[in-house]
């Protein structure tokens, strides 16, 4: 009942907003227009008016034009940022969840993008569902390994801060490179490129080249980044997301280590600067678009490690493709039922676009998500110093499930090269 009021009265101020100027509001020099969710948006217009007295000072802080599709599009007063994020995070545990724009245009066409729909993108892709990879995907899972992603965690943990503008930031990208370049094996169709940004920190991009079809592109990424606003240089980013970006390197390592040729290009991609707004992944999914590559699917791992629910990973439902996300089912019910590699599932949502596949999405890329716990029991740690291994599953076996999942997604929608033996 309550949020039903906040939400009309946030309604009724934008409607103000609009009526007093009479025209549409243009944003002075660092003003940024934002888009973020009508419930977070609500929330912080009743703090604003709850802190301003009467005075009307506090409440122009945040002057929203509309609502499309429940979100929100706003000139935000960029003293208020701090008390912004602080809201969004008190009311809605979300570290951020708000978009930044440089015009009114570009955040209305954010609100309205129409592949964030439910079913959207799905209309839009198609990608193949069949499963016919056993003879390379059962022996490869033999070879996740859960101590090899606890030694990358470890190695991302101790440069302190990944943060995106920092040099240690731009140094981890270097040595994940070297890690990933460690695995070729002389492979020639193997190579591994940074892909640089308008900031320090470089995304870090492996592919095998496909044999038949290397304009078609499978990827799975995580994000090289970690954020602590309260210290930038502390910052560990373990299960945010180290455990991520060491359960796509174990992927990566049992793929080339079974010597899987894939008829399809395969993706590896850890991801600069997404606790700052999904940049890094934006910037990857826009370029790709521009060259005209085609991504035929992409699967997010962001937070692995941290046992907080009861299943073994949630299913993200928002701003992800339903189909991708049921595919993903299918191999679990193909490859995880039982026994050392059972996996058992369940599914979540974030309500934003809370990582990386919602830049694959906002472009209209099929994208799915496992998440290690549901949204409201996820890992208390991240974004702090405390987010370190001792934290999640130093075993390595939990985000090892992940792996073995990303495993059955890269030789699936890759397809082998060679016949079944
Ligand atoms: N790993 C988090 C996303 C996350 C946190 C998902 C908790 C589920 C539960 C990610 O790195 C992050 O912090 N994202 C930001 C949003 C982003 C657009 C800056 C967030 O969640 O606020
Ligand atoms: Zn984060």
């Known amino acids: 009942m309550g949020h039903v009021r906040v939400f009309l009265r946030s309604i009724l101020l934008a409607t103000t907003a609009i009526g007093l100027s009479g025209e549409p509001m243009v944003a002075q020099d660092g003003t940024p227009w934002i888009v973020l969710g009508s419930d977070a948006s609500a929330s912080f217009t009743t703090n604003l008016s709850t802190l301003d007295n009467g005075s009307g000072r506090m409440s122009s802080g945040l002057r929203t034009t509309q609502t499309i599709n429940g979100r929100?599009?706003?000139?935000?007063?960029?003293?208020?940022?701090?008390l912004l994020q602080r809201t969004i995070h008190t009311a809605h545990h979300r570290c951020g969840g708000y978009t930044v724009h440089p015009t009114q245009e570009a955040a209305e066409a954010e609100a309205q993008n129409p592949n964030y729909e439910p079913?959207?993108?799905?209309?839009?892709?198609?990608?193949?569902?069949?499963?016919?990879?056993?003879?390379?995907v059962r022996p490869a899972l033999d070879r996740v390994k859960g101590e090899n992603i606890v030694a990358t965690i470890q190695k991302l943990q101790s440069f302190g801060t990944r943060y995106y503008q920092s040099e240690s930031g731009q140094n981890a990208a270097l040595e994940l490179k070297g890690l990933w370049e460690s695995y070729a094996n002389g492979r020639p169709d193997f190579l591994v490129k940074l892909h640089t940004h308008d900031w320090r920190q470089n995304s870090v991009v492996a592919s095998i080249r496909g044999t038949e079809l290397p304009d078609e592109i499978v990827v799975i990424g995580g994000h090289l980044d970690s954020i602590n606003t309260a210290n930038v240089d502390a910052a560990p980013g373990a299960d945010d997301d180290a455990s991520g970006v060491g359960a796509v390197s174990e992927t990566l390592r049992v793929i080339l280590v079974s010597g899987f040729r894939p008829k399809r290009t395969l993706q590896f991609i850890a991801y600069a600067a997404e606790e700052v707004g999904l940049r890094g992944s934006n910037d990857i999914a826009r370029t790709y678009r521009e060259q005209g590559l085609r991504v035929i699917a992409a699967l997010q791992l962001d937070m692995t490690g941290y046992a907080g629910s009861s299943e073994d990973m949630y299913f993200v439902t928002d701003y992800v493709s339903a189909n991708l996300t049921t595919f993903l089912k299918d191999l679990i019910r193909e490859y995880n039922g039982s026994g050392p590699h059972s996996i058992s599932h369940g599914v979540t949502a974030c309500g934003y676009a809370c990582s990386d596949h919602g830049s694959w999405t906002r472009y209209g890329v099929p994208s799915a998500f496992p998440f290690e716990a549901r949204f409201e029991d996820y890992n208390q740690s991240i974004h702090s110093p405390n987010d370190l291994l001792e934290q999640i599953d130093t075993t390595g076996e939990r985000q090892a499930k992940f792996s073995k999942l990303g495993v059955e997604f890269m030789m699936e929608l890759g397809k082998s090269r060679d016949p079944a033996p």
């Open 72 to 82: 929100t599009v706003a000139l935000l007063d960029p003293v208020l940022e701090g």
């Open 119 to 136: 079913g959207a993108v799905d209309r839009l892709a198609m990608f193949p569902s069949s499963i016919d990879q056993q003879a390379a």
